[in-house]
């Protein structure tokens, strides 16, 4: 279990700070968001995480039925708290997305990597590299998707980015079929495709529509 924790959570912790780290002290003057409610959403983020994880258990993960569902429900999470009033139309909130998928992608990840390296009695140096690879994925989805809904709501366009996360997760969800309905060798192409995919989603969220989004409302705002 701890290997499987710091599979999940190491890696997500790097990736926030990769993610925030241009945004507060001391790479800015001025920090873009509190800390404490950064942590607070990070926290929540991976007790959902637990949740969610905890549920999808229950579904047949090779369900084109469960992958749709579940790529709905995933974001529609996100959207209910980043839509909260106190959020709306606030810089910090996609920063808030952020940590709050990052926390939720960090415990799902644990869960996926505890519940594979569980059904493998002596996990071989492939089966480590592909838990690496579920934790990773999970982590740079709902980064990613988190951040997408953030803007949404700092923008004013909720329902178009709600949208945009959703297709991303759907299209996550539909690669990653093969793997688990055992259609090898073909799963491990889509798996490395649904690495690709949520690999560059939030490489491109996280270093190019965080830093516009910043830029324009630096200028707007005088900030």
């Known amino acids: 279990m701890a290997i499987a924790a710091v599979m999940g959570i ?6 926030l700070y990769y993610a925030i780290g241009p945004y ?7 920090a873009f968001f509190e800390d404490r409610k950064l942590f ?5 983020g991976m007790v959902l995480g637990v949740i969610l994880f905890s549920a999808y258990t229950w579904f047949p993960w090779s369900s084109i039925f469960v992958a749709v569902g579940f790529a709905l ?3 529609l999470v996100k959207l209910v708290i980043l839509n909260l009033p106190r959020f709306q139309r606030r810089l910090d909130t996609v920063f808030y997305g952020t940590s709050l998928g990052i926390g939720m992608g960090a415990t799902f990840g644990f ?3 505890f519940y594979t390296l569980t059904l493998a009695e002596d996990p071989a140096w492939f089966d480590w590299f592909i838990v690496a690879l579920l934790t990773l994925q999970q982590v740079f989805l709902h980064c990613s998707t988190g951040t997408t ?8 366009h909720t329902w178009e980015f709600f949208s ?7 299209c996550f969800q539909l690669l990653m079929l093969p793997l688990y309905s055992g259609m090898f060798p073909w799963a491990y192409l889509s798996s490395m495709a649904a690495f690709g995919l949520v690999s560059a989603y939030c490489w491109w969220m996280v270093r190019k529509r965080v830093p516009l989004l910043v830029s324009q409302a630096v200028r707007q705002y005088r900030l």
């Open 10 to 15: 190491g890696p997500a912790l790097v990736l």
């Open 24 to 30: 507060t002290y001391p790479q800015t003057d001025k």
């Open 40 to 44: 607070l959403l990070f926290a929540i």
């Open 73 to 75: 429900v995933l974001e």
């Open 111 to 113: 869960g996926l990597a």
């Open 149 to 156: 809904i953030g803007e949404g709501v700092v923008r004013d």
């Open 164 to 170: 945009q996360a959703v297709g991303v997760n759907l």
